[in-house]
Nanobody, 118 residues
């Protein structure tokens, strides 16, 4: 059974940087496309970035050029390097497979809170 543990969030000033980590288990990680998602208060969860098993990356328009997704298949970890963060990046960040079902039964980890504020 898949288990996802996100970490690395916190309070950061606008323009600052933060690196999020997600440890995955219960999947053949090296063969799994992984993604980062976020949910701001009052909003639906949205896609942020994904990295395929072959390493190909894709980003949402809102983070393209500022965030970098990467993975370490030896540790079963996917990272999200956030740079030049903005207040509208404030959200709870989650990782999961990509693509991921929006069904209510879909498993999600606890997420990690990122707050961008001066």
């Amino acid at each position: 059974q898949v288990q996802l543990v996100e970490s690395g969030g916190g309070l950061v000033q606008p323009g600052g940087s933060l690196r999020l980590s997600c440890a995955a288990s219960g999947v053949i990680f090296s063969m799994t496309d992984m993604g980062w998602y976020r949910q701001a208060p009052g909003d639906q969860r949205e896609f942020v970035a994904r990295i395929r098993a072959d390493g190909h990356e894709m980003y949402s328009n809102s983070v393209n050029g500022r965030f970098t997704i990467s993975r370490d298949n030896t540790k079963n970890i996917v990272y999200l390097q956030m740079r030049n963060v903005r207040p509208d990046d404030t959200a709870v960040y989650y990782c999961n497979r990509w693509p991921v079902s929006v069904a209510p039964s879909t498993y999600w980890g606890q997420g990690t809170q990122v707050t961008v504020s001066s």
